[in-house]
C-alpha cells in the first residue's frame, strides 16, 4: 500500500480506465479537426501551369514554333491529368474533394481544354480543318483554360499578390 495514495481496488482502477476508453470513440467519433490553412506553395504546381499555359499560347500564336507548341502538348496529353489528381489531393487536405468538387472540376476542364489542343493543332478535328482556324480555336480554349485555372486560384482562398495579379489577368467571363 502507498501511505500518501488513498486505498484503491484493483478492480476499480480497471472499470475506471475501461469507461474512459469506452468513452473515448464516442468523444472522437464526432470530432472533425479544424481545417488545414492553405498557403501559396500547396497550389503553387497549378499557378506554375497557368503560367505554362501563357508561353504555350505564344508558340500557338507564332507559325514557327507551332512544333515546340505540339510538343508541349504531347507531353501534357501524358502528364497533365497529374493536375487534377493534385488538385483533389490539395482539397482533401482542406477539408474539401469530395466527389464532384467545384475546384477539381475547374481544374479537369483547364486540362480538358489543354488536351483538346492537340487535335486542333495536328488536323485532328474535323470542325476546324483549316489550320489558322484551327489555332485561333487553340489559343481560345488555352484563354478558357488560364480562366478555369483562375477560378481555382481565387476559391482556394490564398491571398498571394502573384494569385490575384494572375486571376486579374484572367478575369471570368
Known amino acids: ?44 504546381p497549378i499557378y506554375n501551369l497557368g503560367n505554362a499555359i501563357d508561353g504555350l499560347i505564344k508558340k500557338v500564336e507564332n507559325d514557327e ?3 515546340k507548341a505540339l510538343s508541349n502538348l504531347e507531353v501534357f496529353k501524358t502528364d497533365g491529368m497529374a493536375f487534377t489528381m493534385f488538385a483533389a489531393t490539395y482539397r482533401k487536405k482542406v477539408g474539401g474533394g469530395q466527389e464532384g468538387d467545384p475546384m477539381v472540376k475547374h481544374i479537369t476542364a483547364a486540362c480538358d481544354h489543354v488536351n483538346a489542343c492537340h487535335d486542333l493543332l495536328t488536323g485532328q478535328n474535323e ?13 481560345r480554349r488555352l484563354e478558357e483554360a ?4 483562375a477560378k481555382f486560384l481565387e476559391e482556394s482562398g490564398i491571398h498571394d499578390d502573384r494569385f490575384m495579379e494572375y486571376c486579374e489577368k484572367h478575369p471570368m467571363q
Do not use: G, W
Request: aromatic residues 4%.
Open 146 to 149: 488560364q480562366r478555369c485555372i
Open 127 to 139: 470542325d476546324f480543318p483549316d489550320e489558322k482556324a484551327a489555332c485561333e480555336e487553340c489559343v
Open 65 to 67: 514554333m507551332h512544333d
Open 1 to 44: 500500500n502507498c501511505k500518501t495514495c488513498p486505498k484503491m481496488k484493483l478492480s476499480k482502477i480497471v472499470a475506471t480506465v475501461v469507461v474512459a476508453f469506452a468513452a473515448a470513440p464516442m468523444v472522437t467519433a464526432n470530432y472533425t479537426p479544424p481545417p488545414r490553412v492553405s498557403e501559396a506553395s500547396d497550389v503553387m
